[in-house]
């Protein structure tokens, strides 16, 4: 399980968005945000980095 702290995650779109991203490179992914914590945590075969990136792709800046 991979946990990302993303800042400037603010609403329930920003997490769909994240979420579909991911998905999109792992369609078996399971994504999970918490808007209070502004984390992702991520169950995946990508690799943290990936997801890393996968997320600042979409202008949230992460990190782990």
Known sequence: MITLNVQEMACGGCVKSIRE????????????????????????????EDVRQTIEELGFPASL
Do not use: F
């Open 21 to 48: 991203a991911i998905e999109a490179k792992d369609a078996a992914a399971k994504v999970d945000g918490n808007l209070e914590a502004a984390q992702i945590t991520v169950e995946t075969s990508l690799s943290a």
